[in-house]
């Protein structure tokens, strides 16, 4: 007797495995070790903006322990040091644009004519520590324009009194002025001054 076997019956087919197990391994090991990867990425990514954070709130802490010490201090001296010295400093200002105010409405500049002999005027009025950034002669020598920076405010008027000295300004009357502090990066404060005669 003889049996026939169908080897094209499913049972008998040779299967195909589309995912084994060690290939479902390789892919989580694979995956691992991409978010592995990005992990540590973002890790160190992020770590200088932690340690910047760190270091601000410990400043910020630091500050505001400096401001409760500051609110203290105020609160038992009633005058600050700071402000006080700003007062004196503001006070002697005015008293320098008052003696400035003072020189320019005695009238005692004249005129004359040609630019070169006012040019030389204000050189030889100069004074040690303020300079000259602008010169306007205009209407002949009728109208008269200054432009400079000093030092200190204190050396203004003592130009002036030798401006008012020379005799080719005599005759001129200068009946505007303009006192500003800019202030410098590097260090002490120029005053920038403007004085014409209109």
Same mark, same amino acid.
């Given at each position: 007797m003889m049996q026939q076997i169908n080897l094209y019956q499913p049972m008998f087919r040779k299967q195909s495995v589309v995912f084994s197990a060690a290939t479902m391994l =390789?892919?989580?090991?694979? #995956?691992? %070790?991409? #978010? /592995?990867?990005?992990?540590?990425? =973002? !890790?160190?990514?992020?770590? $200088?903006?932690? +340690?910047? /954070?760190?270091? @601000? +709130?410990?400043? @910020?802490?630091?500050?505001?322990?400096? &401001? !409760?010490?500051l609110e203290k201090f105020q609160k038992g001296n009633s005058k600050s040091k700071l402000l006080e010295n700003e007062i004196e400093k503001l006070s002697n200002e005015l008293v320098q644009r008052e003696r400035i105010s003072k020189?320019?409405?005695?009238?005692? #500049?004249?005129?004359?004519?040609?630019?070169?002999?006012?040019? +030389?005027? %204000?050189?030889?009025?100069?004074?040690?520590? !303020?300079? @000259? !950034?602008?010169?306007?002669?205009?209407?002949?020598g009728a109208a008269l324009g200054l432009k400079g920076k000093t030092l200190s405010?204190? /050396? &203004? $008027?003592?130009?002036?009194?030798?401006?008012? +000295?020379?005799?080719?300004?005599?005759?001129s009357? %200068?009946? &505007?002025?303009?006192l500003a502090r800019v202030e410098k990066e590097e260090g002490d404060p120029e005053i920038s001054f403007s004085i014409s005669t209109n």
């Open positions: =390789q892919a989580g090991i694979f #995956f691992l %070790f991409i #978010f /592995l990867s990005l992990y540590a990425y =973002q !890790t160190a990514k992020v770590k $200088p903006y932690k +340690e910047q /954070l760190t270091s @601000l +709130e410990a400043e @910020l802490s630091q500050l505001s322990s400096q &401001v !409760t010490a020189i320019l409405s005695s009238r005692t #500049f004249g005129n004359s004519s040609g630019f070169s002999s006012y040019l +030389e005027s %204000f050189a030889r009025g100069h004074v040690q520590g !303020t300079w @000259l !950034t602008d010169v306007k002669i205009n209407q002949g405010s204190e /050396l &203004v $008027p003592i130009y002036l009194q030798k401006l008012a +000295e020379e005799k080719n300004l005599m005759g009357s %200068f009946n &505007v002025m303009e």
